[in-house]
C-alpha cells in the first residue's frame, strides 16, 4: 500500500486547496451576525466583483453550483417564458432539465459532445424573434464533461443585440481560469462554484447579477424562499446573509480571493493558458487523441480519448501507482476518455507530473516507445516555459 | 484592546467547533465521486440515523437549515395544499412564509412569543379534519428566536392519529440537545443544520425521510432541482451526492458523529438538561426574568429579559470584557433581551464562566449585590454536579 494522504488532485473540483486556505478554513467560527465577520463579507464581496470584473452585485450562496444556477433561473424567469438553451454536454443537459422542470418553454440549440455551439444558431433565432418572446439565454461557457469552451463573447454580442433576452451563463470551470469581463461582455448572470478557480472546497457558489437581471426578478413568478435571490441582496447591504452562511467557508475564501489578487488576473489566465496547451500537445505526443475540437479547448480540463484501452482501468492504474485523481468520462463517454483537471491552484510541477505518469502507464502498456515518453516532457516544457 | 481570537461562541449557531473536527475540516479535500469518498458517506449516513434514532433516509444537503425545511415542504406537497403551520417564534413564522410561498393553504396555530404551542389546538383542528384535508403539520420543535421548546411527542401523537397529515418538523436546536426519537414518534420529515449540536461549522444540513414522506413525494407538485430529495435518494443509494458536496465540512461531520457517539445519547442530553437547568437558574438567582415559559424551556438557548438595561449594550459590554459572543433577541424583541446559547460543545467550565460574566457586568450596574453574584454561581453548580 502506498504512502497516505499525498493525494494530487487533478480534476475539475474539488480543486487542490493552498495550505493557507485550509488554515483560514480550520479557524474556530465566529457569529455571522458579527462586525467581524461582516467585514469578511464587505472583503469578500469587493473581491468577487474584482475576480468578475464587475460593479454588478456578486451574491454568495451556500450550496454547490447547480444551486447558483438554479437561482438565476428562476428569480428573472415566469413559468410559460421561451428560453434559448444551448447544449453541448452534461451541464448543458442539465440546465435544460432544470428549465424544464420549472415550465420554461425551451428552445435548444445544441452540437455533438466535443464541439463547441454554433453563435450562428444563436444569432439567428434570436434575429428572427422579433417580438422580443425570448426572454433568456442559458448556456455553460467552459463544458467540465467535455473540455470544451463556448464562444461565450460572440454569443453575448448577439444576446446583447437582441436587448430583450437575458445572458444566464454557467462560468463555473471559466471564471477564474480565463477571460470572463462581466460588464464588458454586458453578461446579466453568471454563476460559479468554489470548489474550481476558486481554490476553496466545495460549498459555495456564486452568482453575479446585472441590473437587467434585477429589473427581471420583479416580474418573476416562479416560487422560491432559499433560493430568492432579492433576500441575499437586501442582506448584502448590510454585509450580511439572510440564513446563516457557511462561515468558515468564508474564512477560507477571503483568503483565496487575496492570493488571487497578488498573482493578478492576467497571470492566472495566463497559467491556465500555459497548462492547457502543455496537456494538450504532451497528449498529443502520445498518440492520444483528444475529445474536444482543439480550437475550442477549455482551460481548465483535457478530455482525453484511450481509444482501445479502458480509461477507468487507465485512472485506477494512475491513481494506485503516482496517487493522482483523474476524472473520468460522464456518461456513454465513461470508459472512453479520462478528463485532466489544471484548474485553481495548481502549478507547472504538477503538469508535467501527470504527463510523466500518464506516459509511464502508456510505456507499461505498450502503446508508446521511450521516445515518446520523452518528447511528450519536451514538448510540454515547451510551452510552460514560454512567457 | 484584548488579546485577539480567543472568542467565546454563546449564541446558538455557529457553535464551538472541537479542535478535532477542526482539523478533519482542514484536511485537503478528495474527489467527490471516490471510493474513500463514498465510504464517508457511508459512514456519516449510519451516524445520522443513529443520532436521529431512526431506520428511516437521512439526507445530508449542502445548504443552511433552512433548504432542509424547504425541502421537506416542496418535495411532500402540492399547490393549494392544506396544511398547519405552528408558530410562536421568527422560525414559526419563517416556515408560514415558506409555505405561502409555495401556494398552500395554511391554518396558523399561534402562541405568543416565548410561550408554548398548545398541542390541543393541534389535536381539535386534526379531529375536525373528517376528510383528511390536512396534508402536513410544519412546526418548530425548538424555538432558537425564544428559547421555548415546543411539546413535540404530544402534538407528534395527535398528528399520528389523523393518519394522513405528515410531520414536517424544525428540530435544528433540538436535535443532538435533547430527545428526538424520530422512529418512536414517527416523525416523517425532520430538519436539522451542522452549526448547531453537531458541533461543526455551519454549511451542511440534514433532514430525515419516513417511508409516509417518500410516498407523498410521488404525488408532490411543485418544481424543484436542487432541493429535489429524490435525487439525494438515489445517489444515497450508493454513497454518494447529486451534486458536489461539500467536502470538508463531510470530514467534520464524520469526526464529530464520532465524537458523539464516544459520548452517547443520554450523556449528550443530560449535559444540555444541566446547562439549561445551571443557567435558567442562576439567572433567577441574578434577579433576571426569562423570557420562555420556565416549564418549557429549550435545552440549548436560554432568553433573558434585561428589564430597563438595554440588551444590545449588556451584550456589547460582555463581548468587550470578556471575548463571549452573546445573541441579541430578533425582531421586536432586540434591546430587549439577549439569549444564551448552550447548544454543543458547551462544557460545565463555559456555563460557569458565562454566568460570572453577566453576573460581573450586572454588579458594575448597581443591579446585584456581590452576595448575589456568588449565589448565581452556587445555585448553577448545584445542577451542573447532579448526575
Known sequence: MAIQQKLSLMIPGPTPVPEKVLQALSKH???HRSKEFQDLVESTSKNLQWLHQTQNDVLTITGSGTAAMEAGIINTL???DKVICGENGKFGERWVKVAKEFGLEVIKIDSAWGTPLNPEEFKKILEEDQKKEIKAVILTHSET???IINDLETISSYIREHKTALSIVDCVTSLGACNVPVDKWQLDIVA???QKGYMIPPGLSFISMSQKAWEATEKSNLPKFYLNLKSYKKSLLSNSNPYTPAVNL?????ESLKMMK??????????HKKHKLAMSNAAKAL???LFANEKYLSPSITAIETGEIDAEEFRKTIKNKFDILLAGGQDHLKGKIFRVGHLGYVNDRDIITVISAISKTLLDLGKITTQQAGEAVVIASKYLEEN
Chains 1, 2 share one sequence.
Do not use: H, M, V
Not at 250 to 254: E, K, P, R, S
Open 262 to 271: 497578488e498573482e493578478g488576473l492576467e497571470s492566472i489566465f495566463l497559467r
Open 250 to 254: 468564508i474564512f477560507a475564501l477571503d
Open 287 to 289: 498518440n492520444l487523441k
Open 192 to 194: 460559479s462554484g468554489s
Open 78 to 80: 415566469s413559468k410559460g
Open 145 to 147: 464533461s467535455t473540455g
Open 29 to 31: 467560527p465566529i457569529g
